[in-house]
């Protein structure tokens, strides 16, 4: 069992930046695939970006890359989303989310364990 808790979630106006963390608790974290989701209002749920346990790699949405970066901290379980030129379509529940490496890390739909997500609002 993984254990998430997501933080840093707020308001901001367009162009500002915001930093969400989730910490990990439970299994091994450094054996996990973690990624970052978000669900507007109406929408499904997306992931945005994976971190890959191994190499570090990282991979995101077109809709996100080049403005948010993923990365972790094994030392403090704790995997980050910084959120730079935040536009108001970023707006949505973030939610963090963490699935067993195995040969690589899953599609967004095998992810399996799941925070309980903080919102981020950015107003035009």
């Known amino acids: 069992q993984v254990q998430l808790v997501e933080s840093g979630g707020g308001s901001v106006h367009a162009g500002g930046s915001l930093r969400l963390s989730c910490v990990a608790s439970?299994?091994?974290?450094?054996?996990?695939?973690m990624a970052w989701f978000r669900q507007a209002p109406g929408k499904e749920r997306e992931g945005i970006a994976t971190i890959n346990p191994n190499s570090g790699g990282t991979s995101y949405v077109d809709s996100v890359r080049g403005r948010f970066t993923i990365s972790r901290d094994t030392a403090k379980n704790t995997v980050y989303l910084q959120m730079n030129s935040l536009k108001p379509e970023d707006t949505a529940m973030y939610y963090c989310?963490?699935?067993?490496?195995?040969?690589?890390?899953?599609?967004?739909?095998?992810?399996?364990?799941w925070g309980q997500g903080t919102q981020v609002t950015v107003s035009s």
């Open positions: 989310a963490a699935a067993r490496w195995y040969r690589g890390c899953p599609p967004y739909d095998q992810y399996n364990y």
């Open positions: 439970g299994n091994t974290f450094s054996s996990n695939c």
